[in-house]
């Protein structure tokens, strides 16, 4: 099991950045597909992205297309999300997932998540 740390988030402005970071910790995390979800206020937890164990394929939500990008460094154990042009609509609590031992990135942007972090909140002003 993959255990998840996030850290990054904050206050900005509508049209700034953010680049948040995931820091894992297990002996599956380079075989684990990984992504990223977001939780706003009143509402059901949904994906945002999702990359492959070898980081080569990467998913995209598409309201976050062309602002977001997600990547990975499995020798560092770490992903990032990086947020330009950020929304208010943005606005939410972060979360890191990994997904199920061999599950490809397609599975954990469909729900198949294997662990969590605790979350990390982002908040967008207009």
């Known amino acids: 099991q993959v255990q998840l740390e996030e850290s990054g988030g904050g206050l900005v402005q509508a049209g700034g950045s953010l680049r948040l970071t995931c820091a894992a910790s297990g002996p599956t995390f380079s075989s684990s597909a990984m992504g990223w979800f977001r939780q706003a206020p009143g509402k059901e937890r949904v994906y945002v992205a999702t990359i492959s164990y070898t980081g080569t394929v990467t998913y995209y939500t598409e309201s976050v297309k062309g602002r977001f990008t997600i990547s990975r460094d499995n020798a560092k154990n770490t992903v990032w999300l990086q947020m330009n042009r950020l929304k208010p609509e943005d606005t939410a609590v972060y979360y890191c997932?990994?997904?199920?031992?061999?599950?490809?990135?397609?599975?954990?942007?469909?729900?198949?998540?294997?662990?969590w972090g605790q979350g990390t909140q982002v908040t967008v002003s207009s």
């Open positions: 997932a990994a997904g199920r031992n061999a599950d490809t990135a397609v599975s954990l942007s469909r729900g198949a998540v294997g662990s």
